[in-house]
C-alpha cells in the first residue's frame, strides 16, 4: 500500500502533463498561421450551419426554396475566401498604400449613403433615392448590388491608420504629430458612420484604441480622447431625434431607448417596443438550457425573434446548442483574440504589429459588443456576429482581414526562416502563398580598440 502511495504521489497530474505539450505546440515556427486558420475556419463553417438552421424554413415559406438564403451566404463566403487568399498574398508595402485608397473610397460611399438619407429627412427627396443609386439605412444599393460602406471604413481605417502611425515614429509622441492628419480622418469617420450606425462607430473607436495603444500613446491622451469620444456619443444620440439613423423627429429618441433599457427591470419595459427583441432572445436561451434542443430545431426563429439569422443569431446558437454550443463559439473567439494579439507581438514590422493588433480589437470588440447586446450584459446596437451572422460585406471584408492577419503570421521571423528553410513545392508557393521576406539580420556590436576584462587575457593588476 506504501508503495502505491509513493508512485501516485510521484506520478505527474494531468495538467502537469498537458502543459509541457501545449507550449511544445505552441513554440513551433508556424503555431499561429495555424490556430489563425483553424479558428476563423471553424468560426465560418458554425456560420453556414446557423445560418441555414435559422433561414431556412422563412426561405422555403416566402419562395419554396429552404436553400435560397444560404445559396447566397455560401456566394458571400467564396467571395469571402477569394479575398482572403488575395489578402494573404499581398505584402506589407502593397497593403499600406492599399489604405488610403480603400478609405477614400469608404468616405465617399458613407457622404452618399448619409447624403441620400438626409434629403430625405428634410423633404428634398420622396425616397432616398437618386437614379441607380439607392439607400436603405445601413446599406447603399448601386442598381441590384448593394453594399455597406461601414464595413469598408473599417478595413481602410486599420491599414490607413497603422501606415500613418508606423510612418510617424517616436514623432507621435508629440499631440501636434497626432492632430494631422490621423485625428481629422477619424472625426470624420466618427460623424459619416454613427450618423446612420452608432454601432460601428463604437466598434471603430475600439480599433482605433487599439492602434494608438499599440503605438504606446500616453495615457492622458487616452483621456483627452475619451472625453472627446463621450461628447461625440452624445452629439449622435442627440441627432437621432432630428433624423438621424432610423430615428424621427417626431418620435421617441431610438438610440436612447436602446441605452436604458436592458437596463431596466422586464417588468417596466415597454413589451411591444423596445425590449421586445431582448425578451425574444432571452427565451431562446433559456429554452436551449445546457444542450440544447437540437440543431435545426429551434422554434423562436420562425419569424418570433427579429432579425434571428443576422443580429441575433447567437440566441439561434443558444436555443439550438445550448451552453455547450455557446461555449464552443466563445472558446474560438478567445483563441482568435489570442493567436491575434500574439501575431502582433511576435512581428517585427511595425505596420504589421498596428495593423494585427487593430484587426484582433475590431473582431474581438465586435464580437463582445453583439453577444452582450443578445445576451442583455450590453445595450443592442444592431452589430453582426462576425464570421457568424448572415450578411455579405461583413463576411467578404472579415474574411480579407484574417487573410492578411494570415500574411503576418507567415511573417514572424521564426515562421519566416522555416518557410525559407524548407520551402514548401513550388505548385504551393504559387497556389496559396509565395515565400515570406527573411526578417533582417543583426547588425553585430561595434569592436572597440582594447579587449574587455575578462577577454582575450588576463585583467592587469
Known amino acids: ?100 485608397y480603400i478609405l477614400g473610397l469608404a468616405v465617399v460611399l458613407l457622404a452618399i449613403l448619409d447624403l441620400l438619407g438626409a434629403l430625405e429627412s428634410v423633404g428634398v427627396l420622396s425616397a432616398p433615392k437618386l437614379g441607380p443609386v439607392h439607400a436603405n439605412l445601413l446599406w447603399l444599393y448601386f442598381g441590384p448590388i448593394g453594399l455597406q460602406p461601414a464595413e469598408f471604413a473599417k478595413l481602410g481605417m486599420v491599414l490607413w491608420g497603422a501606415d500613418v502611425i508606423a510612418r510617424k515614429g517616436p514623432a507621435l509622441g508629440h499631440w501636434r504629430e497626432l492632430s494631422r492628419p490621423l485625428f481629422p480622418v477619424i472625426a470624420l469617420l466618427f460623424v459619416l458612420v454613427g450618423y446612420n450606425d452608432l454601432g460601428t462607430m463604437l466598434v471603430l473607436l475600439a480599433l482605433i484604441v487599439g492602434l494608438l495603444w499599440a503605438a504606446g500613446i500616453r495615457l492622458r491622451v487616452f483621456a483627452a480622447l ?73 422554434v423562436l426563429k420562425w419569424n418570433w425573434l427579429p432579425e434571428a439569422s443576422n443580429d441575433f443569431i447567437f440566441s439561434v446558437v443558444a436555443e439550438e446548442l445550448g451552453v455547450v454550443g455557446c461555449t464552443v463559439v466563445l472558446a474560438l473567439f478567445s483563441v482568435l483574440a489570442y493567436t491575434g494579439f500574439r501575431i502582433a507581438r511576435r512581428s517585427a514590422d511595425p505596420f504589421r504589429r498596428l495593423a494585427a493588433t487593430a484587426i484582433t480589437t475590431w473582431l474581438v470588440s465586435q464580437a463582445v459588443i453583439n453577444i ?86 588576463e585583467r592587469r593588476r
Open 372 to 457: 452582450g447586446g443578445v445576451t442583455g450584459m450590453l445595450p443592442i446596437t444592431g452589430l453582426p456576429l462576425p464570421f457568424i451572422s448572415a450578411g455579405g460585406s461583413a463576411l467578404v471584408v472579415t474574411l480579407a482581414a484574417i487573410g492578411m492577419l494570415a500574411s503576418f503570421a507567415r511573417a514572424e521571423p521564426d515562421a519566416a526562416k522555416a518557410l525559407n528553410a524548407r520551402p514548401p513545392a513550388r505548385w504551393v508557393r504559387l497556389l496559396w502563398a509565395p515565400l515570406p521576406p527573411l526578417p533582417p539580420q543583426r547588425q553585430p556590436a561595434p569592436k572597440s580598440g582594447r579587449a574587455p576584462a575578462g577577454v582575450g587575457g
Open 226 to 298: 475619451g472625453v472627446l469620444g463621450l461628447a461625440g456619443i452624445g452629439l449622435l444620440i442627440a441627432a437621432a431625434s432630428g433624423g438621424a439613423g432610423s430615428g424621427s423627429a417626431d418620435a421617441e429618441n431610438y438610440r436612447v431607448a436602446r441605452l436604458t433599457d436592458f437596463l431596466q427591470p422586464l417588468e417596466k419595459c415597454d413589451l411591444q417596443d423596445n425590449c421586445y427583441q431582448l425578451i425574444q432572445s432571452r427565451s431562446a436561451i433559456f429554452e436551449g438550457g445546457w444542450f440544447g434542443v437540437g440543431l435545426g430545431k429551434g
Open 1 to 100: 500500500m506504501a508503495d502505491d502511495r509513493t508512485q501516485k504521489a510521484a506520478r505527474p497530474s494531468l495538467s502537469r502533463q498537458l502543459l509541457p505539450a501545449v507550449h511544445g505546440l505552441l513554440a513551433r515556427p508556424l503555431s499561429s498561421y495555424y490556430l489563425l486558420i483553424a479558428s476563423s475556419g471553424l468560426l465560418l463553417l458554425i456560420g453556414l450551419t446557423m445560418v441555414f438552421s435559422a433561414t431556412s424554413v422563412e426561405s422555403f415559406y416566402k419562395s419554396g426554396n429552404a436553400y435560397s438564403a444560404i445559396a447566397s451566404q455560401a456566394v458571400y463566403a467564396l467571395l469571402g475566401l477569394v479575398a482572403f487568399w488575395i489578402c494573404q498574398r499581398l505584402p506589407s508595402g502593397t497593403l499600406r498604400d492599399l489604405g488610403k
